[in-house]
């Protein structure tokens, strides 16, 4: 991102990497349980829940924490170069302000302020909310739950259900058809051109709202 904006009471930070693992060797001896496990290479098995742990099994396990752990403050640097990356990835996790003084976020505000910003400045927000059409089966008779009696709903219920799913996709179209009429009339030409547009970058492709 090029600008994080964080609430007040965000959480942020938490740089860090954990391996935590039960383990069960000691009370699997003390029922006469023995667990064999069968691997191909020295490492291939340290910490597990079912071994006794060697000082040997934890040098190597912390050395690939260590690993994994250089290897997310390299992504985090690279993409926020701006860090003193050596003093967030601590594990540990700041709120918005204290965040904002360690440089993980730009900015403090609610998405509410971010929102109204945008408003002020005459763009038009939308709610948008993905609702994909329900898939219809084969055939009518697989929405109609053949075989109930019609007091749990039985044949009613299902040809009711069949009748929306079949008029929900022409009063949508409807809809999208009136709303590009209307702004058609107010001058704005296509409704997509005028509120949407690729981002220059072509950054994954990005979508934002242009006035």
Not at 47 to 61: A, F, M, Q, R, Y
Not at 103 to 116: F, K, P, R, S
Not at 173 to 194: C, F, L, P, Y
Request: glycine share 10%; aromatic share 8%.
């Amino acid at each position: 991102a090029d600008k994080i904006v964080a609430s007040p009471f965000a959480v942020l930070g938490s740089i860090g990497v954990i391996s935590d693992v039960p383990n069960f060797f000691n009370r699997l001896q003390r029922e006469g349980i023995e667990f064999q496990t069968i691997t191909a290479g020295k490492y291939k098995r340290t910490v597990t829940p079912t071994k006794k742990i060697s000082n040997e099994d934890l040098k190597k396990s912390k050395e690939d924490v260590e690993g994994i752990l250089r290897l997310f403050k390299t992504f985090v640097h690279t993409n926020r170069p701006q860090l003193e990356i050596d003093e967030v990835a601590t594990g540990e996790t700041w709120f918005g302000t204290d965040a904002l003084d360690r440089g993980l976020c730009d900015e403090i505000a609610t998405a509410d302020d971010i929102l109204g910003q945008y408003v002020d400045a005459g763009y038009d927000v939308f709610d948008v909310k993905y609702d994909p059409e329900p898939v219809l089966g084969p055939g009518l008779l697989t929405a109609l739950p053949i075989g109930q009696s019609n007091g749990n709903g039985g044949l009613v219920k299902g040809l009711v259900s069949y009748a929306v799913r079949s008029i929900a996709p022409a009063a949508k179209e409807a809809i999208e058809e009136e709303v590009r009429k209307i702004s058609m009339e107010q001058g704005g030409g296509d409704v997509t051109q005028r509120y949407m547009m690729k981002d220059p970058s072509n950054a994954v492709e990005r979508i934002r709202a242009q006035d």
